[in-house]
């Protein structure tokens, strides 16, 4: 497989940023994670993190003109040329719009669109017991995936806290800004054919290894 171009698209607490992360481990390939880049504009104070913020807070998407420059900035970078890894992004049908448009504008194509499948209840169960490092973004559950020591990171040590858009109401809205405004990429990508299943409801390890395995037969397929 010459470029491996993978986005992970699912809903809030479907397992993106974990899975993220052990495939930017696997494949040592640069990963862009919408969502960290902005909060790490908004920890930092920017004019991005500025505008960004009350968008949020609200468990609102921030504005299209916003986040596809971010990314298609980043994919554009030596680092992204032999691929990447896009974790909540695209979001939106104009959002795909403008990465299909810059990756055809290079010649590029995308590998797979892994599209993890998980209900509102498992979501609601895993964003309310989830714990994320302050320093990294590193993610653990109270339940399903404690850290060693309570309210500390394995990692590299840093406080673990509760996200801000992790409270109740503001995740009810961003699944209702998931089913209305990023769930018509599903058909959209199934459309063009890159549309993979994941089964994000089985646990971190099993849901790895199937990755791993749909990849591994994309490889062969393009081998054949
Ligand atoms: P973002 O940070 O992208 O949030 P999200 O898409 O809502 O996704 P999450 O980070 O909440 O969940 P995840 O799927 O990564 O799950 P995780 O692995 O952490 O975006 C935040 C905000 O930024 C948006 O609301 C918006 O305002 C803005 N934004 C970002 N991108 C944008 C864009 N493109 N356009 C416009 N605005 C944008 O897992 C969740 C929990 O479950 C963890 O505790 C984890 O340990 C646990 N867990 C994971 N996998 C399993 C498993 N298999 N079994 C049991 N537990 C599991």
Redesign the pocket.
């Known amino acids: 497989m010459s470029e491996l171009n993978l986005v992970l698209l699912?809903p809030?607490?479907?397992?993106?940023?974990?899975?993220g992360e052990r495939l930017q481990e696997d494949f040592q390939l640069p990963y862009f994670?919408?969502?960290?880049i902005?909060?790490t504009a908004v920890a930092e104070g920017t004019d991005l993190g500025k505008e960004?913020d009350e968008?949020?807070q609200r468990?609102?998407?921030?504005p299209?003109e916003i986040?596809v420059g971010i990314i298609v900035e980043r994919i554009a970078t030596a680092e992204a040329a032999d691929g990447f890894i896009l974790?909540?992004?695209?979001?939106?049908l104009r959002?795909g719009e403008a990465l299909d448009e810059a990756l055809k504008g290079a010649g590029r194509l995308l590998t797979a669109v892994l599209l993890?499948d998980v209900n509102n209840e498992e979501v609601t169960r895993?964003?309310g017991?989830?714990?994320t490092c302050t320093d990294n973004g590193h993610?653990?559950?109270v339940d399903?995936?404690p850290p060693k020591t309570e309210g500390i990171c394995d990692i590299d040590g840093s406080e673990l806290i509760i996200r801000r858009?992790d409270r109740p109401e503001v995740i009810e809205k961003?699944l209702s800004n998931y089913h209305d405004l990023t769930k018509p990429l599903v058909g959209y990508y199934e459309q063009v054919g890159v549309l993979r299943h994941v089964e994000?409801c089985?646990?971190?390890d099993e849901?790895g290894a199937d990755i791993r395995g749909l990849l591994a037969t994309l490889r062969m397929e393009e081998g054949a």
């Open positions: 699912g809030p607490g479907s397992g993106k940023g974990t899975q994670a919408t969502g960290d902005l909060r960004a968008y949020m468990g609102d998407l921030a299209d986040v974790d909540g992004f695209p979001r939106t959002q993890f895993r964003l017991g989830r714990r993610v653990f559950h399903f995936n858009d961003r994000g089985k646990p971190p849901v």
